[in-house]
């Protein structure tokens, strides 16, 4: 079982932080360098491919060790091999978070409650690499006869958001003939747009959704399944082969109306955000053939190993944890951006906002207590070299202190290489102005001056290949789960996200009769549905 959990504000690890931290007198970042000319040696770590450059974070020698004597003197170590063991970690729901094992192999033995888990992986592995042989051979046919060549994959939040940003990161490697959609918001304009990209004949329908009851995704799959009904002129296609359901909720799904021959399944351990190792990657295993997602999930495993194993000081999950909980609990940092210079990395971003924010968004301990210390930082970003004519204005020459993850792919085949020298030296050059300012300079007049000292990280893959991309993703997971155990908190649990549903369920289900917006929950909400309604008549009674 997990040991009790420490808060971390009472270790004397973290009074010794305070003590770094006080008096906002921060480190130069360009004296940090002259005076140790070996720093970019000292603080960087190279792994399997990976190279996380971190010394143009605003710490030091005696900073850095404090961090790790922080790891040390908290549970984390016990809190990672309860994650690792199956423990029950997911407290409030009693759950086990047991992604790893989605990616693990037999001689990891994996076990949940006691149970093995590699056997039934296994078999769902090879159930999506029937499917994705099939469908990229041009086996699986419609019910016209006519072989699959449109997937549009339906869901939202974690059952859309990873399949999207690997069939987006690893497009090179996509079938040639096949065409894969996403549809997650409930925004009908956005359906039916995607929709009318598709030939009914040819689609398959793939729904993603861990409880199957989602609104969104049901509501869009529900109009998917209206649209191909009317295309092809017959009723009934919800129990056709052109439709397969991704869930951990089969009960559900049956009863959607989907046949149990076209329903995969995961399990209840396996966290929404985290659910990309799973069935859920069924689409990025027809896209981008069933050995590209092995190569994915061997990645991930890679970075599990790593982290699993590696002393904290040469642990790259870890360094970037602590940096994050220097910069919010003791230089009061309130946000992180992810600033891809890699196209293909443009949803990473939104990836890790959800992973980030839904996991450690939270203000109560693992046991109940309101946490008063700062927890999850507000993330977000956009791909270089874009941003740079976006907001980079406000890093270079605002007060605003922004730790950056700056991530870039060091060979690029699919590229040119003037287009990917370019790419490169706006990566080094932003990251060098970010830390050196233009305060060399002088008499410069004061609306020209960058100060400098900002600071950013630099994770640059060998090349954007599915098992870097996987390692990518498995490092952030352990990031995210590392600053939930030091912070105390559930990662893997997201109440805060029910309250809205309910809301939007009773006005959908409350109709007004008289228009003056009974069914609102508050004066302001009847103000504007009686505003909408005066226009649209949307939430009138029919
Ligand atoms: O946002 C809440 C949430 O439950 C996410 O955690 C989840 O990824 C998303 O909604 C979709 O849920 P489901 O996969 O059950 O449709």
């Not at 190279?46 to 143009?56: E, N, R, T």
């Not at 191909?228 to 439709?243: A, D, H, M, P, T």
């Not at 944890?321 to 891809?340: C, H, K, Q």
């Not at 270079?396 to 020298?421: G, T, Y």
């Amino acid at each position: 079982m997990t040991k009790t959990t420490t808060p971390p504000d009472t270790l004397p690890a973290w009074r010794t932080l305070e003590a770094l931290a006080a008096g906002g007198k921060r480190l130069d970042l360009l004296s940090l360098f002259q005076k140790d000319p070996d720093r970019h040696r000292r603080f960087a770590l190279s792994v399997d491919g990976l190279l996380l450059d971190y010394s143009k974070n605003l710490i030091d020698e005696t900073i850095f060790s404090a961090l790790l004597e922080l790891a040390e003197q908290s549970t984390l170590g016990h809190q990672r091999d309860a994650l690792f063991n199956g423990d029950p970690i997911n407290c409030s729901e009693q759950r086990a978070a047991l992604h790893t094992a989605l990616r693990g192999e037999r001689e990891d033995g994996y076990r949940c409650g006691g149970q093995p888990l590699n056997e039934q992986i296994s078999a769902t592995l090879a159930e999506m690499a029937t499917i994705s042989g099939l469908v990229r051979e041009g086996k699986w046919l419609g019910v016209t006869g006519k072989a699959v060549r449109d997937i549009v994959h339906i869901g939202i939040g974690g059952s859309v958001l990873g399949p999207q940003l690997a069939c987006q990161a690893l497009r090179p490697y996509r079938h040639p003939d096949l065409r894969v959609h996403f549809i997650a918001n409930v925004d009908g304009e956005d359906v039916l747009n995607t929709l009318n990209q598709l030939d009914p004949e040819r689609t398959l329908v793939i729904v993603a959704s861990k409880t199957f009851t989602t609104q969104e995704t049901l509501l869009n799959t529900r109009t998917t399944l209206h649209w191909l009904e009317q295309k092809l002129q017959r009723s009934g296609l919800v129990s056709s082969r052109q439709v397969i359901a991704l869930t951990a909720n089969r009960k559900n799904a049956e009863a959607f109306g989907i046949p149990s021959s076209q329903i995969l399944t995961f399990d209840e351990w396996v966290g929404g955000r985290y659910s990309v190792w799973s069935c859920v990657g069924l689409t990025i295993s027809i896209s981008l053939g069933h050995e590209r997602f092995t190569e994915m999930l061997g990645g991930a495993r890679a970075m599990d190993r790593h982290f699993r194993s590696a002393p904290f000081a040469e642990n790259m999950p870890v360094i970037l944890a602590l940096l994050g909980i220097w910069y919010r609990n003791f230089l009061d940092t309130t946000s992180v951006a992810i600033i891809p210079y890699c196209q293909r990395l443009s949803l990473l971003p939104s990836y890790l906002q959800q992973l980030d924010m839904e996991s450690n968004g939270k203000s109560v301990s693992q046991s109940g207590e309101t946490i008063a210390y700062q927890t999850g930082p507000v993330l977000w970003g956009q791909t270089g070299t874009n941003a740079q004519h976006t907001f980079f204005q406000l890093f270079h020459q605002s007060n605003h202190l922004i730790p950056l993850d700056l991530v870039a792919a060091v060979n690029e085949p699919e590229s040119i290489d003037e287009h990917h020298r370019t790419l490169l030296a706006n990566l080094l050059a932003q990251a060098s102005a970010l830390m050196t300012g233009n305060r060399n300079q002088p008499d410069l007049p004061a609306h020209l001056i960058c100060p400098g000292n900002k600071p950013s990280n630099l994770l640059l893959l060998d090349a954007l290949t599915p098992y870097h991309f996987g390692q990518v993703l498995a490092l952030y997971e352990h990031k995210v789960f590392v600053q939930g155990a030091i912070w105390n908190i559930n990662s893997y649990d997201q109440w805060g996200v029910e309250l809205g549903k309910g809301i939007a369920s009773d006005l959908l289900s409350g109709h007004d009769s008289d228009q003056d917006g009974e069914s609102a929950p508050d004066p302001s909400t009847r103000q504007l549905l009686n505003h909408i309604n005066r226009r649209t008549g949307l939430f009138k009674t029919p």
